[in-house]
């Protein structure tokens, strides 16, 4: 589990194919690992990776085809920075929402603007998305948790601070950016709780 909020912007440092997945090794900026040993988990760009090599300064995972199929790691190359988040911890402040670190889908940045201080973005949804999205709720868009400011079919309003522009990349989104959407656990929880009896009929033939 994780918080939503970016604790470092780390930098590819390797990219190696293997077999059809890819081993990713991320330097790590500022992110203490002095407390992450082998096998915890280390969310990049709001993807729950598993750290299996460390360095004071990096850590290495292996990305699976499906998640570089499925989200915008498959997208990143030599150098392409990255949001970065240790799993939270007991003694964590939850300064953000509960967010899971598993990406329900890859929305588009539709238009950037300058909004006084802040910057103005309206982000695109899959449609199968659209209905978990609402006004003044949260949404994680590539690890970062964020308040949905307004919404319009498949396309919300989310406005950033000044401090979150610096602190994450989304200072480096732009029109036709694809990034990571993980929408609010509390809405998967109650479409599941609303089907009532019929949660146990099965679908398949």
Partial sequence: MFTGIIQSKGTVETLTPKGGDVELT?????????????????????????????????????VSKETLSLTSLGDLALGSPVNLEKALTLETHLGGHLVSGHVDG???????????????????????????????????????????????????????????????IIGNYQAGTKVNLEVDQIARYLERLLLGDKAAISTED
């Fill in 26 to 62: 991320i330097a790590t900026g500022k992110l203490e690992l002095s407390n992450v040993v082998l096998g915890d988990s280390i969310a990049v760009n709001g993807v729950c990776l598993t750290a299996v090599k460390l360095t004071e300064t990096s850590f290495t995972a292996d």
């Fill in 106 to 168: 890859l929305g588009e940045v539709i238009e950037r603007r300058d909004d006084g201080r802040s910057e103005w973005f309206k982000v695109r949804t899959p449609a199968a998305l659209a209905k978990y999205v609402a006004a003044k709720g949260s949404i994680t868009i590539d690890g970062t948790s964020l308040t949905v400011n307004r919404v319009n079919g498949c396309d919300f309003e989310i406005n950033i601070v000044p401090h979150t522009i610096q602190e994450t």
